[in-house]
């Protein structure tokens, strides 16, 4: 399995970002897939999750009416877009899938800062 997350950056508060999770190594479209962040100093936690059929979604308190996670089967990728993005927001970014829970990419650094 491998995933590949992309698409953070810098961004002034108020701002957007769309990140990507390119998937390959099992059947993306058989799995939900979530994200996950890790800010400085603190455990990973749970950002958003979407459903592998149905595309049914959820999404952790602090980012609900922010974040939008959706999916392109075809493409084997997951998105999060990222709207009103907060200091709060810093953190690594990661996608998983229950495929291979304890597998982790490398991250995409979103940096929330004015």
């Known amino acids: 399995v491998q995933l590949v997350e992309s698409g953070g950056g810098l961004v002034q508060p108020g701002g957007s970002l769309r990140l990507s999770c390119a998937a390959s190594g099992f059947t993306f479209s058989r799995y939900n897939m979530r994200w996950y962040r890790q800010a400085p100093g603190k455990e990973r936690e749970f950002v958003a999750v979407?459903?592998?059929?149905?595309?049914?979604?959820n999404y952790a308190e602090s980012v609900k009416g922010r974040f939008t996670i959706s999916r392109d089967n075809a493409k084997n990728t997951v998105y999060l877009q990222m709207n009103s993005l907060k200091p709060e927001d810093t953190a690594v970014y990661y996608c998983?899938?229950?495929?291979?829970?304890?597998?982790w990419g490398q991250g995409t650094q979103v940096t929330i800062s004015s």
């Open positions: 979407i459903s592998s059929a149905s595309g049914t979604t």
């Open positions: 998983n899938t229950p495929y291979a829970p304890n597998y």
